[in-house]
T-cell receptor, first 111, second 114 residues
Framework: GQQVMQIPQYQHVQEGEDFTTYCNSSTTLSNIQWYKQRPGGHPVFLIQLVKSGEVKKQKRLTFQFGEAKKNSSLHITATQTTDVGTYFCAGRGNAGNMLTFGGGTRLMVKP | DGGITQSPKYLFRKEGQNVTLSCEQNLNHDAMYWYRQDPGQGLRLIYYSQIVNDFQKGDIAEGYSVSREKKESFPLTVTSAQKNPTAFYLC?????????????FGNGTRLTVT
């Protein structure tokens, strides 16, 4: 079945440093979604990427979808303490099956 | 405000007892889902429903059961057959699954079975 791997599992950064999490699928994806879960909270949808090579930005966050539609990344520029949380990618295969979530990357930011 | 309500937030049960987790949405969404989250792990799909009176097993359905008698409601029963029921359970909904719509999550129910 479809597998989605996410690295790193944890990341500690100093406030102001950049952060990147990577998502890799075992199969080609029709689209990929990113979610953020604050400590003690629930996942909140951030963005969806659909096209090969697509890049989208939300303020300090940059999302990329690979050319082969098998990988994706989320980059945060100049992290802030409000960025703390776990970031999940979730991919959907071409067969229209359910979303498969990656294991998440937990970001911790030292002020 | 529209949203998804899960209750209760915390639930404690003795081993061998069935327990039902509530999920109600007023977003008028067709599709609803149940996910399980274990510490430090991603979300695993238990069951999903794309329309009233229909539901499908997800990746880890064993030991769980659901019903979808109303569009707004998708309760999950954790049965005594579930070997490791202690977890954080998240309910979600979406407009229509096949059209790539994002998931809207409830606040979750943290179940502890001792």
């Amino acid at each position: 079945g479809q597998q989605v791997m996410q690295i790193p599992q944890y990341q500690h950064v100093q406030e102001g440093e950049d952060f990147t999490t990577y998502c890799n699928s075992s199969t080609t994806l029709s689209n990929i979604q990113w979610y953020k879960q604050r400590p003690g909270g629930h996942p909140v949808f951030l963005i969806q990427l659909v096209k090969s090579g697509e890049v989208k930005k939300q303020k300090r966050l940059t999302f990329q979808f690979g050319e082969a539609k098998k990988n994706s990344s989320l980059h945060i520029t100049a992290t802030q303490t409000t960025d703390v949380g776990t970031y999940f990618c979730a991919g959907r295969g071409n067969a229209g099956n359910m979303l498969t979530f990656g294991g998440g990357t937990r970001l911790m930011v030292k002020p | 405000d529209g949203g998804i309500t899960q209750s209760p937030k915390y639930l404690f049960r003795k081993e061998g007892q069935n327990v039902t987790l509530s999920c109600e949405q007023n977003l008028n969404h067709d599709a609803m889902y149940w996910y399980r989250q274990d510490p430090g792990q991603g979300l695993r799909l238990i069951y999903y429903s794309q329309i009233v009176n229909d539901f499908q097993k997800g990746d880890i359905a064993e030991g769980y059961s659901v019903s979808r008698e109303k569009k707004e409601s998708f309760p999950l029963t954790v049965t005594s057959a579930q070997k490791n029921p202690t977890a954080f359970y998240l309910c979600a909904s979406s407009v229509r699954d096949r059209f790539n719509s994002p998931l809207h999550f409830g606040n979750g129910t943290r179940l502890t079975v001792t």
